[in-house]
């Protein structure tokens, strides 16, 4: 390929912006936008000092988290079942099995801890209220 040949398909294949990148942008204005807010109470409040951090936290990990769930539920209708090929030089590939493992295992994983997380938390309301002897609301769910 020629310099003549070969700038401009550089120059036309980075001018190219799919939608992830507009999704992206906005995740990290997001989280400097919360940064931002956090460090602001910050200054003004004590409480908020000790709090800044873990709100941060909170709101940069709730993004990648769904980030990585949605991005686990979407590879089952990206790839290309009949086509080998498509997929074989993906992470994980060349088996099928081996890309669902990289691209969908990171979801499945918050998934299954999230799902932990909520029944120990329903548990622990269970035996709070067993030990002081509180009924819940009418139309509590239980959570």
Request: overall charge positive; charged content about 10%.
């Amino acid at each position: 390929m020629s310099l003549a040949t070969a700038v401009p398909a550089v120059l036309a294949s980075g001018s190219q912006h799919g939608p992830g990148s507009h999704v992206t942008g906005a995740a990290v204005l997001a989280v400097l936008a919360i940064a931002v807010i956090a460090a602001v109470a910050g200054l003004v409040s004590p409480r908020w000092r000790r709090r800044a951090p873990r709100a941060i936290g909170l709101a940069a990990g709730g993004l990648v988290a769904v980030y990585l769930v949605s991005r686990g539920i979407a590879e089952f209708w990206v790839v290309d079942y009949s086509n080998p090929a498509s997929y074989q030089h993906a992470w994980g590939g060349p088996s099928l099995a081996g890309v669902f493992a990289v691209h969908s295992g990171p979801g499945l994983a918050i998934v299954a801890a999230a799902a932990v997380w909520l029944h120990r938390r329903r548990a622990r309301r269970r035996q709070q209220r067993k030990l002081t002897g509180a009924r819940p609301l009418a139309g509590h769910i239980g959570l």
